[in-house]
């Protein structure tokens, strides 16, 4: 409603004084303060803060007179009433100079088109020069103890029990008295009930203000007890004034009245402020609520205030400041709701953690229109240098800014927060280029803030995106040259759709545009001066309605300015109006006046069919209401609203039209909301062919009062069938009370309506930040909190600056959920179904999921942590609730989670057993839930039982893919095996590792896979790997767990892995075994050299070869027509063309581009299944070394650097081939230039760059053939060869085939299996036959190879027993467990081809090694 903006400004006295000041008091309009001191009056003009005349009493006078106290002003700002000591009155006149010269006059720059256009336009920008004269004094004979100005009265309480009622002009009719003794006090007006009466003997009135609304006196007695003085008629006489007290109090200090609620603060000794008000019907005075500081956000200053010293409303009665003799200010609104305190955080603490001395105030009032709090503290030592005696008197000038609903009240069927200050408005919607593009601006706001959807088209609720978006506003500064003319600011609205705001200020209106950053004002200065905003500003789609007073013609009128042309009063709209407008509202098409003889007019608003540049609107009087029986007093109304909302039986989900288009008034009565609605009660006509706007509206029926302590109301026009409870529910804000929201039932399926069911209920409920809206589809209330930055300066100097003393205070935008409030409210008053369907109406929200968890968790807080027994629980119903939204699981554990674990007994007893919980998620597939159950099994459940449901999760898991969660599963794993299970894993992410290309796995690993005739005919053979155990995420969690490789947990885990390897492999999943292989850092050339002679085998060359091409995504080759002819086709190309266009991208210029090579650290020993190498291929055909390392390495490396750079740094998709096709193209110009092509060679290029796969796939698949090719699987290596169409490859595998470690099965599956693929190719994929043409020498070689004769039987017995088990079936040969499989990450780091028993002799020395992890990202 009100915050602190920056710093406080210190307003210095121009003149030295030895006295200080003590008292400030405001003129009626607030434009002139009196600054009082012992014997001077100082009076200061508002804007600019200056001082502009100073009094000071002569000796002699002084002595005579006393010092002064108290003073007060004449309502017209003409006199100056001041109390003196020795019971003296004072009058003084305030004179202006008689020669129209200022004491400060603004000075324009030459050529300045401000200039004097109006009689006083010169006055309002000027401090005028004043003169005080005193005029006859007044004795009393007696100490004042307060003065109450009234109209033509001045009141004066004094110490011998006396009211004086003294006339401002003191020269006519003398004065009268009233002996208190004689007013007749007692607990109501209703003199039969007859109560005790007051005993006013020897008690004066200590404190007293009047209410002109309530037409009486609050007053506090110097015994502390406090009443309420009303007259009986209308003058101010002995036998005509009547008391009530209240009975319960005798302490208390001060009292301020607020005349639009019609309430009596009174402060009390014991620090709290008690908030009366009069019962209408008895006349007693009835505590509304109390203004006290909560122990739970002030706990060391709540209860050591001290009494209150001073309690000030604010001029547009929304707030109250109060302060304590232990210094500090508080400040609340009408009803209680706690905005402000300096008593506390950084207020009241330096950032070292010292006390600072809160600020102790003398005497502050409030300025014009509430932007300022004039203070005179008490602690103020303007640093005076030693030995001098005079020094300048300081104001403090606390700047504020308020909320546009408190003195616009039509702005609460808006869904943006506008706030300003004296001089700039803040904005919460958002980028104006946002709304207009539609596109969606999301920041990070905080951790619980929701997420961000589109937003809406502009005509419609803005949605989160924009309202929500970031926690900074929109900041205007108002025009300048408006505002010198025509400060202060009244009143500013905003549009529908947030992008326009206009504000009016003493005279005329002024509107700016956030889309072209623009402000317009009157082109003509005189029409603005020639008039002034009374009863509000509003928007109507592109117009602007003014409710305004026209000087010249002295009429109210309603006006209407088109937002888009010239503001000038010859584009308006004007309709001339009967009485002062005090509210103005706008519902759909329909304008609603309050004016001032307690009427409400409906207007209706149409605009024009014309075809002129600018448009106007016609305004039509529908209806007027007399409320005049009802208010007792015009400004006792704070809003008036028209509305869809009504009570009738008629409302349901039939005719949401007819409810759409009824309409209701809503009026708050200092107060008390008030609904009037259209009386249906008499003969209804249906003519389905009436006009739209009938001449003959219904009436209204008499009032019903809906709420009581109503600060604000929010309701909208617009209707969503979807979310009818929200858009057509009424929403109060009550102060200290919270909320309440005034919610339709609606029967569901069209089912008839129980006739005892009311059809609206009221829901209470408390938030946690002021609301200043609501967004009613999005389920949010937006507010605004402060928030304060500190300054520390070196406190151990004698003064302090104001940057020190105090905060800089930010204003900043909050948001808060109500719907779980809600839901809870229908659930405890067994309207489930209701509850169930307002819930599944917000469902699609982004937060809905923590609306549920927090709705969990408030219930459970309470009823878990209760010390008496709850003889009737909600958290079951809740649950059974929660069980009807597909998020129940996430709800229950996220909830469990975020609670202590000695409250999990309890949830769980209503919610179901965490054992079903888990297997629920496991059914429905959703493993991350099952992780967060995982962890409360295992604080609830034996290890025996973690165990047992973590390898359940870990095989689906694996099977998934899900690899972030599978590392958090071998650590718990290892954790419950190694006593570790006190520290429970981290919830793992559902975020998976993004795929950042082919090269990732050369960041941790070095691989070389050159290949030449040369290493392979020295014997060795040229595979080089370096180990280092990898940075990146595939050993997070790890803890370098395959170091524990004796222990019988690392064995369960490796038993898991293997099996998961050999399923994969099975089932020719290569894609996924390197992902698992990489993601795990699964030693997987340890495992494959183990399984060289089992899984690892191929039993269907086509169909792995069909599989690979589907894993990959890899294209078939295929032969364009020409090619028949082609010379390529039949081998009389070029030799270097062939073999560089087949072998583009090989292994080792593609790994050896951007790689470090380092020594090899492989003992040879671990490859012993090649060391009888050398002999076997010396006689290699010479075309295998055609393109050697050398020539492919110069031929390639600039194509690798391209294909690089546009694999990593665009992750592209697999699918996406073209950069890489660029490239080559590139390449070949680059490089072939010098040779002379034919067409058809160039045909059988571009064939061969459209046959190759996604870049990314063929590093991978070069990566698995260097994996199979170390472990010695050689049927893996020649049909990866022949998928990439690698001659080197299946040359390099022929040769491997001569060595006796090769078994003869392995040669004859080759043969078999190349021999189907020949078959398959002539038949269904010619586009191999190229290649296969290629490779005839090698294949002719291998027919011609004789081979052991081996047993039919035995070798189909291998592939059979491979197909046929079952994977979770433990192998004979295999010395595993019954629930055993997995794959040893601690593995050699070398090849073993022996048996896993053999193994033990050289366990020493493979230990010594780390195997290093393979970091390869594949998807």
Request: hydrophobic share 40%; proline share 6%; glycine share 6%.
């Amino acid at each position: 409603m009100y915050f602190l903006s920056g710093w406080p400004r210190k307003l210095l006295c121009p003149l030295r004084s030895g006295e200080r000041p003590f008292l400030i008091e405001p003129s009626s309009q607030r434009f002139y303060l009196c600054v009082l001191s012992e014997s001077q009056i100082n009076i200061w003009f508002s804007r600019p803060s200056v001082l502009i005349v100073s009094y000071i009493e002569s000796g002699k006078a002084a002595a005579q007179f006393g010092s002064y106290q108290q003073a007060e002003w004449k309502p017209d700002d003409s006199m100056i009433a001041v109390s003196a000591a020795n019971g003296y009155v004072l009058l003084f006149d305030i004179v202006g100079s008689l020669d129209e010269k200022y004491l400060y006059e603004p000075v324009y720059p030459k050529g300045s088109t401000r200039v004097k256009v109006t009689a006083g336009y010169k006055e309002e920008q000027c401090a005028p020069a004043l003169t005080l004269e005193m005029k006859r004094p007044i004795d009393l004979e007696s100490p004042i103890s307060c003065l109450q100005s009234l109209t033509d009265d001045l009141l004066v309480a004094t110490a011998d029990g006396y009211l004086h009622i003294l006339h401002w002009d003191s020269v006519s009719n003398g004065r009268r008295t009233v002996n208190l003794c004689t007013v007749p006090f007692s607990l109501d007006l209703q003199s039969s009930r007859g109560g005790p009466c007051l005993d006013l003997n020897g008690v004066h009135i200590r404190d007293l203000e009047y209410c002109v609304t309530l037409d009486g006196f609050a007053v506090v007695f110097n015994d502390g007890r406090i009443g309420f003085i009303t007259p009986t008629a209308n003058k101010l006489s002995t036998d005509q004034l009547q008391g009530v007290w209240a009975a319960d109090v005798s302490d208390g200090t001060c009292v301020a009245v607020n005349n639009k609620y019609r309430l009596m603060a009174f402060g009390c000794a014991s620090g709290s402020v008690l908030v009366y008000m009069i019962d209408s019907s008895t006349g007693s005075m009835q505590l509304s609520h109390k203004l006290e500081l909560s122990p739970k956000h002030y706990p060391d200053i709540w209860n050591k205030t001290g009494p209150v010293k001073m309690i000030r409303w604010a001029p547009d009665c929304s707030v109250v400041m109060v302060t304590w003799d232990c210094g500090g200010l508080s400040l609340w609104s009408v009803f209680g709701a706690h905005l402000i305190c300096t008593l506390g955080e950084d207020f009241a603490y330096r950032s070292d953690g010292t006390k600072k001395d809160p600020l102790k105030i003398c005497s502050m009032c409030w300025g014009v229109e509430g932007y300022n709090l004039w203070v005179i503290d008490s602690t103020d030592v303007s640093g005076v240098p030693d030995g001098e005696e005079l020094q300048q008197a300081g104001i403090l000038q606390f700047q504020f800014i308020k909320s546009a609903l408190t003195v616009n009240p039509c702005t609460s069927n808006q869904e943006q927060v506008l706030l300003h200050g004296e001089d700039r408005l803040y904005l919460t919607c958002g980028d104006p280029t946002q709304v207009h593009s539609g596109s969606d601006k999301s920041s990070q706001r905080d951790s619980s803030s929701p997420r961000h959807r589109p937003a809406a088209p502009a005509c419609l609720s803005q949605g989160l995106s924009t309202l929500l978006g970031h926690k900074h506003w929109q900041v205007v500064q108002i025009h300048s040259t408006y505002l010198e003319t025509n400060w202060p600011i009244r009143f500013a609205a905003i549009d529908w759709s947030g992008q326009c705001v206009t504000v009016a200020g003493r005279r005329g209106f002024a509107h700016y545009s956030l889309f072209t950053r623009k402000w317009k004002l009157f082109g003509n200065v005189t029409q603005e001066q020639n008039m002034t905003v009374t009863g509000g500003l509003a928007w109507w789609n592109d117009f602007i309605v003014v409710a305004c007073y026209n000087f010249i013609d002295r009429q109210e009128e309603l006006r209407l300015y088109l937002k888009s042309s010239n503001l000038d009063n010859a584009f308006a709209s004007v309709t001339k109006l009967h009485a002062d407008t005090l509210l103005l509202n706008v519902f759909r098409n329909i304008v609603i006046l309050f004016r001032a003889d307690c009427s409400i007019c409906l207007y209706s608003v149409e605009r024009r069919q014309d075809s002129s540049p600018n448009p106007s609107a016609s305004v039509e009087l529908l209806q007027e209401v007399s409320m005049s029986r009802y208010i007792p007093h015009p400004g006792l109304v704070v809003s008036v609203t028209l509305t869809s909302v009504r009570t009738e039986t008629g409302i349901s989900l039939k005719a949401p039209q007819q409810a759409c288009s009824s309409e209701s008034i809503l009026l708050n009565l200092a107060g008390q909301l008030i609904m009037l609605q259209r009386d249906r009660s008499g003969p209804q006509v249906r003519d389905k062919d009436a006009p739209g706007n009938q001449t003959k509206l219904l009436p209204f029926c008499a009032p019903v009062v809906l709420a009581q302590c109503v600060e604000n109301v929010w309701t909208t026009c617009r209707s969503n069938r979807k979310k009818r409870h929200l858009t057509e529910a009424l929403w109060l804000s009550c102060g200290e009370a919270g909320m309440k929201v005034w919610l339709p039932l609606f029967p569901r399926d069209h089912r008839k309506q129980h006739s005892f069911l009311s059809r609206r209920i009221m829901l209470p409920f408390h938030i946690n930040i002021y609301p200043l809206t609501v967004l009613f589809e999005d389920a949010l209330i937006l507010g605004a909190s402060n928030e304060t930055i500190l300054f520390d300066s070196a406190h151990g100097s004698s003064t302090e600056p104001l940057e020190s003393l105090f905060p800089f205070c930010t204003v900043e935008r909050t948001s808060q959920i109500y719907l779980h409030h809600i839901l809870r409210q229908l659930l405890v008053r067994n309207l489930g179904e209701h509850a169930l369907m307002l819930a599944q109406s917000c469902a699609s929200l982004p937060y809905f999921p923590h609306v549920l968890e927090l709705m969990v968790h408030v219930v459970l807080e309470e009823e878990a942590t209760s010390r008496d027994p709850i003889p009737d629980p909600l958290l079951p119903t809740v649950a059974k609730f929660v069980t009807e939204f597909p998020l129940f699981l996430q709800t229950i554990v996220h909830c469990a989670r975020k609670t202590e674990y000695a409250l999990w007994n309890y949830l769980f007893a209503a919610v179901g057993n965490p054992k079903d919980l888990f297997e629920e998620c496991l059914m429905i597939q959703d493993l991350d839930t099952a992780a967060s159950y995982l962890i409360i099994l295992q604080n609830m459940e034996v290890p025996a039982v973690s165990r047992q449901h973590a390898t359940l999760l870990f095989n689906t898991a694996l099977e998934q893919g899900k690899w972030d969660l599978c590392r958090h599963m071998i650590r718990f794993l290892k954790a419950i095996g190694s006593g570790e299970s006190e520290t429970p894993p981290s919830t793992p992410t559902t975020q998976e590792p993004s795929s950042t290309g082919g090269f990732e796995f050369f960041r941790n690993r070095s691989i070389s896979l050159s290949q030449s005739a040369d290493s392979i005919a020295a014997g060795k053979f040229n595979l080089q790997k370096t180990f280092s155990m990898p940075s990146g995420p595939s050993c997070k969690g790890g803890d370098k767990w395959c170091k524990d490789s004796d222990s019988a947990e690392n064995m369960y885990i490796d038993m898991m892995l293997w099996r998961h390897a050999r399923h994969l492999l099975e089932q020719v999943r290569l894609r996924d075994l390197g992902s698992f292989s990489a993601q795990l850092g699964f030693e997987l050339i340890g495992w494959l050299c183990r399984e060289r002679t089992r899984v690892a085998r191929i039993d269907d060359f086509v169909t792995a070869l069909k599989s690979l091409h589907k894993d990959f995504l890899w294209p078939f080759p295929v032969i364009p027509a020409c090619s028949i002819s082609s010379p390529l086709k039949n081998g009389r190309c070029r030799p270097v063309l062939s073999s560089r266009l087949l072998k583009s991208q090989s292994a080792d210029s593609l790994l050896n581009s951007d790689m470090d090579t380092t020594p090899p650290q492989v003992t040879t020993a671990n490859h012993n299944w090649l060391d009888g190498l050398g002999a076997a291929t010396k006689d290699l055909d010479s075309a295998s070394s055609q393109g050697g390392p050398q020539t492919q390495d110069a031929f390639l490396s600039p194509l690798i650097n391209k294909g690089e750079e546009c694999s990593i740094g665009s992750a592209t998709d697999l699918t996406e081939t073209s950069s890489v096709v660029d490239g080559d193209w590139t390449m070949v110009d680059e490089n072939f230039s010098t040779l002379s092509l034919s067409q058809s060679e160039l045909e059988h290029i571009s064939m061969e760059l459209a046959n190759k796969g996604p870049h990314k796939s063929q590093v991978q698949l070069r990566y698995l053939l260097h994996v199979f090719m170390e472990a010695g699987c050689l049927e893996w290596c020649v049909v990866i060869g022949l998928i990439l169409r690698d001659v080197s490859v299946i040359k390099q595998v022929m040769g491997f085939l001569d060595i006796p470690e090769v078994s003869p099965e392995t040669v004859q599956s080759i043969r078999v299996g190349l021999t189907a693929v020949d078959q398959w190719a002539s038949s269904d994929c010619l586009g191999y036959k190229p290649f296969l043409n290629l490779i005839r020498p090698q294949l002719t070689k291998l027919m011609e190879v004789p081979v052991e004769q081996v047993p039919p039987e035995a070798f189909q017995a291998t592939g059979a027993s491979k197909l046929s088990e079952p994977p979770l079936l433990p192998r004979a040969e295999d010395p595993r467990g019954p629930a055993a499989c997995a794959l040893p990450l601690e593995g050699s780091p070398g090849v073993n081809s022996r048996p896993l028993e053999d193994t033990s002799e050289e366990t020493e020395e493979e230990e010594t090694l780390e195997e290093g992890t393979y970091d390869c990202t594949l998807s």
